[in-house]
């Protein structure tokens, strides 16, 4: 069945880092892929999304590269700053429900001054 | 102001205590879930609901009641609490104009079942 799989945090950068949070996936077919934001105290909401292959999701100063050869979407920032600090979730669109999502286990970010 | 609404945020309760969680969004949406987020696990669907008077079963259902009786509204039942249902709650809803997949979530109710 359809999977995501994200690195396992904490992970803990100094401010003006680079970041990479790694995700791949297993899927059939070619599903929408989204990184979702859970700052603290907060619900999640969307960061960014890719809806097919070598599409770019950007915001916020953050992108992620829908890669089909290598089913993967990997989050980037070039230089991230404490307010950074959060909870980071990949995650694949169901190809049977628009609104249906399947999650990866969430990646801690701590972002130290 | 676009929202969905959890409450409570926080709860304290005991074993076997009922307790319901209502969460209520003001974007017209047809769907909404439920999930629960524990640490190394992520996010768990309980349950989803496409519209009114429909529901359904997500990952781990059990202990948990759900209904959909107005279309803003989809409430959380605790029938009989237990300690392995502590956890952080997040109400999500959608609709058409959301675009794909794209959820809007509550704030969170943390519950704790002593």
């Known amino acids: 069945g359809n999977s995501v799989t994200q690195m396992e945090g904490p992970v803990t950068l100094s401010e003006e880092a680079f970041l990479t ?18 700052y603290p105290g907060e ?4 960061l960014l999304k890719a809806t097919k292959a070598d599409d770019k999701g950007s915001n916020k100063g ?26 980071y ?5 169901s190809m049977d429900s628009n609104y249906q999502l399947i999650w990866g286990a969430g990646t ?4 130290k001054p | 102001e676009a929202q969905v609404t959890q409450n409570p945020r926080y709860l ?11 969460c209520s969004q003001n974007m ?20 989803y609901s496409m519209n009114v008077e429909v529901t359904d079963k997500g990952d781990v259902p059990e202990g948990y009641k759900v209904s959909r009786k107005e279309k803003r509204n989809f409430p959380l039942i605790l029938e009989s609490p237990s ?17 794909a997949n794209v959820l809007t979530f509550g704030a969170g109710s943390r519950l704790t079942v002593l």
């Not at chain 1, 953050?62 to 909870?87: C, N, W």
């Not at chain 1, 979730?89 to 669109?93: I, K, N, V």
């Not at chain 2, 017209?28 to 349950?47: A, C, F, K, T, V």
């Open chain 1, 21 to 38: 949070i790694n995700c791949t996936y297993t899927a059939t077919g070619y599903p929408s892929l989204f990184w979702y934001v859970q």
């Open chain 1, 43 to 46: 619900g999640l909401q969307l």
């Open chain 1, 62 to 87: 953050f992108e992620a590269t829908y890669r089909k050869e290598t089913t993967s979407f990997h989050l980037e920032k070039g230089s991230v700053q404490v307010s950074d600090s959060a909870v």
């Open chain 1, 89 to 93: 979730f990949c995650a694949l669109g």
């Open chain 1, 108 to 111: 801690k970010l701590i972002i």
């Open chain 2, 12 to 22: 304290i309760t005991v074993t076997g205590k009922k307790l319901t969680v209502t």
């Open chain 2, 28 to 47: 017209n949406h047809e769907y909404m879930s439920w999930y629960r987020q524990d640490p190394g696990l992520g996010l768990r669907q309980i349950y």
């Open chain 2, 83 to 99: 300690p392995n249902q502590t956890s952080l709650y997040f109400c999500a809803s959608s609709g058409p104009l959301s675009g």
